[in-house]
């Protein structure tokens, strides 16, 4: 099992940039894969995914945006969220995969506006 806390949300405004923390309960270093989500009104996107060898994966509206990475010494992992618009508002999710077990933070809202 894992824990999972994020933070570095806020209110930004369009063109800005916010970098999002998920810092997990204990060693991340064998943890497969762990990601960031988010959720709108709506269903939750997947946004950005980093495996434990440090390959990477984004879809396609944040690419060249936003940048995932991972810190095993520190437990944590980031999002760094540049020229943000308002269709990045929302409530912004991390995940770890451990074998078949999904762990998932409580959220930070991130909002994007003038």
């Known amino acids: 099992q894992v824990q999972l806390v994020e933070s570095g949300g806020g209110l930004v405004q369009p063109g800005g940039s916010l970098r999002l923390s998920c810092t997990a309960s204990r060693s991340i270093y064998a943890i497969d894969a762990m990601g960031w989500y988010r959720q709108a009104p709506g269903k939750r996107e997947l946004v950005a995914t980093i495996?434990?060898?440090?390959?990477?994966y984004y879809r396609d509206s944040v690419k060249g945006r936003f940048t995932i990475s991972r810190d095993n010494a520190k437990n944590t992992i980031y999002l760094q969220m540049n020229s943000l618009n308002p269709e990045d508002t929302a409530v912004y999710y991390c995940?770890?995969?451990?074998?078949?077990?999904?762990?998932w933070g409580q959220g930070t809202q991130v909002t994007v506006s003038s």
């Open positions: 995940k770890a995969e451990i074998g078949s077990d999904d762990y």
């Open positions: 495996g434990k060898g440090g390959n990477t």
